[in-house]
């Protein structure tokens, strides 16, 4: 049967469904990473030496050159990207070293220097970080002005030495004049020869003009590397430690931490959380997958939420449940836990009123010791209980108990049977034949099947067996192996049933013992035990054939004798009132059962 709330987790994406359902569980795993890591991150902060930052900021300006005019300099474009590593070069650094008369080595004063070049600007940021504000103004200053001085520097000697190289050039022009003046003075005035000198006198004094005119603009150039336009500041608080950035990146850290540990946990957590687990770790298809809490341990209205799934359950389970194959005979439907736990007794019960409130008979059974059915149902534990009718104190359609406003529905409750002892298999077959032809469906609760060998072995005689899962209690495994269980035995296992997550079960009242003198006759009531017999179809005195399910003895099972092997003895067994012993007796279809 296909759950509305699996369906719903299919179509609107079974990823994101899981990832929710995750962090909903191990939220606490996240908030704990979160927290541990911000107060890593205040740790580190305590921790940190304060430190504190200046910056300068220095306008570079593109050096003059003999060739080019003020013009020309003023839309030249320096290249931001090298002067930054100028800055912070050792050979500023030791001009530095000397403004800040430091005894520190130039390589530590630049490892304190950055220096950012903010975009589309010719402006460089030199920032310094030191242990204290002044020595932070001072390094960022001194730093921006040796790079300032060292540019100045450099450009002036590049000028001096051109300068000096026009200069040396006039000279040795001159000298070339006045050996031209001084042959021209030497020839006659009409000769080829001085026809020639006075040639090479034109070509020299056209070399000089043009030397002078190169050595006249670098004569009254001057050097402007750049200035300061912005001076550095005495910090007002230390730029380091960043209280803000250690908090953010502690709590980021953590919360990385805390999902890779949240998801690994989850990976190796083996628990039912949804009935897409039990499908997809142990392939036994689900049935029903109920609302994951409830807050009532108790059987509930028929308007609830669970009673009406239940109903649909119901309706599902008349549709594909094979009839017995004998005529006449009620369904046997078996519902063990496969957890420890008070899931299948929670549905057992409220599986049960859904089929009694549709107007069937319906009888359930228990032989699981300290079930919650007795609490569920309202039944006081007495001498007419399972363990009674195991005894042979009392026939079954005797000790079955009405349950408040469902006249349609009786029960079995266990009684003081022992949890150590094993139940007579061969017994409880013969009580579910007697109540199957009495009761259109008998429900049997029992325990994990590891744990109960009859659930194994009631497992094989039944119509149908349903595995309870309780969300967020059972594990894979635990399914698993009482797959295992029933498989050995062929047990008609149709799928599971995924419960929600049942309250703490009230505490259990004393027992009450089982050779308790009997109690007078009340009037009949409205909830009386009788039983109305079963309305049987004509042939039902034949057998079914063709059908391969084993089925019990035909005959009640003999169970009266004088050794433990053949009568069951609970906690409670004893001799009874009057001192006799206690024996079994049969009870006839038509007999009157208050």
Same mark, same amino acid.
């Not at 030791?94 to 010719?122: C, F, H, I, Y």
């Not at 599902?316 to 836990?337: D, I, K, M, W």
């Not at 007579?424 to 429900?443: K, T």
């Not at 017999?533 to 099972?557: E, L, N």
């Given at each position: 049967?296909?759950?509305?709330?699996?369906?719903?987790?299919?179509?609107?994406?079974?990823?994101?469904?899981?990832?929710?359902?995750?962090?909903?569980?191990?939220?606490?795993?996240?908030?704990?990473?979160?927290?541990?890591?911000?107060?890593?991150?205040?740790?580190?902060?305590?921790?940190?030496?304060?430190?504190?930052?200046?910056?300068?900021?220095?306008?570079?300006?593109?050096?003059?050159?003999?060739?080019?005019?003020?013009?020309?300099?003023?839309?030249?474009?320096?290249?931001?990207?090298?002067?930054?590593?100028?800055?912070?070069?050792?050979?500023?650094?030791?001009?530095?070293?000397?403004?800040?008369?430091?005894?520190?080595?130039?390589?530590?004063?630049?490892?304190?220097?950055?220096?950012?070049?903010?975009?589309?600007?010719?402006?460089?940021?030199?920032?310094?970080?030191?242990?204290?504000?002044?020595?932070?103004?001072?390094?960022?200053?001194?730093?921006?002005?040796?790079?300032?001085?060292?540019?100045?520097?450099?450009?002036?000697?590049?000028?001096?030495?051109?300068?000096?190289?026009?200069?040396?050039?006039?000279?040795?022009?001159?000298?070339?004049?006045?050996?031209?003046?001084?042959?021209?003075?030497?020839?006659?005035?009409?000769?080829?020869?001085?026809?020639?000198?006075?040639?090479?006198?034109?070509?020299?004094?056209?070399?000089?003009?043009?030397?002078?005119?190169?050595?006249?603009?670098?004569?009254?150039?001057?050097?402007?590397?750049?200035?300061?336009?912005?001076?550095?500041?005495?910090?007002?608080?230390?730029?380091?430690?960043?209280?803000?950035?250690?908090?953010?990146?502690?709590?980021?850290?953590?919360?990385?931490?805390?999902?890779?540990?949240?998801?690994?946990?989850?990976?190796?957590?083996?628990?039912?959380?949804r009935g897409r687990d039990i499908a997809d770790r142990v392939g036994l298809p689900v049935l029903l997958e109920l609302p994951p809490r409830t807050s009532s341990l108790s059987v509930l209205p028929p308007a609830h939420k669970i009673s009406r799934e239940l109903g649909r359950l119901r309706n599902v389970?008349?549709?594909?449940?094979?009839?017995?194959?004998? !005529? %006449?005979? $009620?369904?046997?439907?078996? +519902?063990?836990? *496969?957890?420890?736990?008070?899931? =299948?007794?929670?549905?057992? #019960?409220?599986?049960?009123?859904?089929?009694?409130?549709?107007?069937?008979?319906?009888?359930?059974?228990?032989?699981?010791?300290?079930?919650?059915?007795?609490?569920?149902?309202?039944?006081?534990?007495?001498?007419?209980?399972?363990?009674?009718?195991?005894?042979?104190?009392?026939?079954?359609?005797?000790?079955?108990?009405?349950? !408040? %406003?469902? $006249?349609?529905?009786?029960? +079995?409750?266990? *009684?003081?049977?022992?949890?150590? =002892?094993?139940?007579?298999? #061969?017994?409880?077959?013969?009580?579910?034949?007697?109540?199957?032809?009495?009761?259109?469906?008998?429900?049997?609760?029992?325990?994990q099947p590891i744990i109960a060998v009859e659930a194994q072995a009631l497992g094989r005689y039944v119509d149908a067996v349903i595995v309870v899962a309780e969300t967020g209690r059972t594990r894979s495994g635990e399914i698993s192996a009482a797959l295992r269980q029933f498989e050995q035995v062929d047990?008609?296992?149709?799928?599971?049933?995924?419960?929600?997550?049942?309250?703490?079960?009230?505490?259990?009242?004393?027992?009450?013992?089982?050779?308790?003198?009997?109690?007078?006759?009340?009037?009949?009531?409205?909830?009386?035990?009788?039983?109305?017999?079963?309305?049987?179809?004509?042939?039902?005195?034949?057998?079914?054939?063709?059908?391969?399910?084993?089925?019990?003895?035909?005959?009640?099972?003999?169970?009266?004798?004088?050794g433990q092997g053949s009568t069951y003895r609970s906690r409670g067994d004893g001799a009874a009132v009057d001192g006799t012993a206690r024996s079994s007796y049969a009870l006839d279809s038509g007999e009157d059962l208050g």
């Amino acid at each position: 049967m296909p759950s509305p709330h699996l369906a719903e987790s299919d179509s609107d994406g079974p990823v994101l469904m899981a990832y929710l359902g995750w962090l909903r569980r191990r939220w606490w795993i996240l908030l704990l990473a979160a927290i541990l890591g911000t107060a890593g991150g205040l740790a580190v902060t305590q921790l940190q030496h304060a430190r504190y930052t200046s910056t300068t900021s220095v306008l570079v300006r593109p050096l003059a050159t003999g060739g080019s005019d003020n013009s020309t300099n003023q839309n030249a474009k320096v290249n931001l990207d090298t002067e930054a590593q100028v800055v912070r070069s050792l050979v500023v650094g030791e001009r530095a070293r000397g403004l800040m008369k430091s005894g520190t080595s130039a390589d530590d004063l630049v490892e304190s220097v950055t220096v950012t070049v903010p975009p589309n600007s010719q402006v460089l940021q030199v920032a310094y970080e030191a242990d204290s504000p002044e020595e932070a103004r001072a390094g960022s200053h001194s730093f921006a002005q040796a790079y300032l001085d060292l540019r100045s520097a450099t450009a002036q000697r590049a000028l001096e030495n051109e300068i000096n190289g026009l200069r040396q050039q006039i000279d040795n022009v001159n000298k070339q004049l006045s050996a031209v003046a001084a042959r021209i003075t030497g020839t006659p005035s009409n000769s080829v020869q001085r026809k020639r000198a006075e040639a090479d006198q034109q070509v020299l004094t056209n070399n000089l003009s043009s030397l002078n005119n190169r050595l006249s603009p670098l004569l009254s150039t001057s050097i402007d590397p750049g200035e300061i336009i912005s001076d550095a500041r005495l910090p007002s608080s230390p730029s380091s430690p960043n209280r803000t950035l250690n908090l953010a990146s502690g709590m980021g850290a953590g919360l990385l931490l805390g999902i890779v540990l949240a998801l690994v946990l989850d990976r190796l957590d083996t628990r039912i959380r949804r009935g897409r687990d039990i499908a997809d770790r142990v392939g036994l298809p689900v049935l029903l997958e109920l609302p994951p809490r409830t807050s009532s341990l108790s059987v509930l209205p028929p308007a609830h939420k669970i009673s009406r799934e239940l109903g649909r359950l119901r309706n599902v389970l008349l549709s594909t449940v094979p009839q017995p194959a004998e !005529p %006449g005979r $009620g369904r046997q439907l078996l +519902l063990c836990n *496969g957890s420890a736990g008070n899931a =299948a007794g929670f549905v057992a #019960a409220n599986l049960a009123a859904a089929y009694a409130r549709a107007g069937q008979q319906v009888a359930l059974v228990t032989t699981k010791p300290g079930s919650v059915l007795t609490a569920m149902t309202g039944v006081s534990e007495g001498r007419h209980s399972l363990a009674a009718v195991l005894r042979r104190d009392v026939p079954a359609l005797k000790a079955l108990a009405p349950v !408040p %406003g469902l $006249g349609q529905l009786r029960v +079995l409750v266990p *009684g003081d049977l022992d949890a150590e =002892a094993e139940l007579p298999v #061969a017994a409880l077959l013969e009580v579910l034949a007697e109540l199957s032809a009495r009761f259109d469906h008998v429900l049997i609760e029992t325990a994990q099947p590891i744990i109960a060998v009859e659930a194994q072995a009631l497992g094989r005689y039944v119509d149908a067996v349903i595995v309870v899962a309780e969300t967020g209690r059972t594990r894979s495994g635990e399914i698993s192996a009482a797959l295992r269980q029933f498989e050995q035995v062929d047990a008609p296992v149709i799928g599971a049933v995924l419960a929600p997550r049942l309250p703490a079960a009230a505490a259990k009242p004393a027992a009450v013992p089982a050779n308790r003198p009997k109690p007078a006759p009340s009037s009949p009531s409205v909830e009386s035990t009788v039983v109305l017999p079963r309305m049987k179809p004509s042939g039902s005195t034949g057998t079914a054939t063709g059908s391969a399910k084993p089925t019990p003895p035909a005959g009640p099972v003999p169970m009266t004798g004088t050794g433990q092997g053949s009568t069951y003895r609970s906690r409670g067994d004893g001799a009874a009132v009057d001192g006799t012993a206690r024996s079994s007796y049969a009870l006839d279809s038509g007999e009157d059962l208050g």
